[in-house]
């Protein structure tokens, strides 16, 4: 897949691959920091830990949605819908 608005892959990253399931031709940097981050209805499939505290943490280490680069125009909608 060729570098794009949609699309980008920074295999010299030094976190490169941040998800260690997902080297590959069609792992998405472009939203390395997942903008979906801040919301509980985020489109992608976090899990959550419980702190001592009793707190609930947002884990996303696990969830690859938004490096999947079929999902820019689902990530972009999302996004929209929470500027209204």
Not at 8 to 31: A, I, T, V, W
């Amino acid at each position: 897949m060729e570098n794009s608005y949609k699309y980008f892959k920074n295999e010299d990253c030094q976190y490169y691959p941040c998800h260690r399931n997902m080297q590959g031709e069609s792992f998405n940097c472009l939203f390395c920091f997942c903008p979906m981050n801040p919301y509980a209805d985020c489109l992608g499939a976090p899990a959550y830990i419980v702190s001592s505290a009793g707190n609930r943490i947002k884990d996303c280490s696990g969830c690859t949605f938004p490096h999947e680069p079929q999902h820019y125009e689902a990530i972009m909608e999302f996004l929209r819908s929470k500027c209204k």
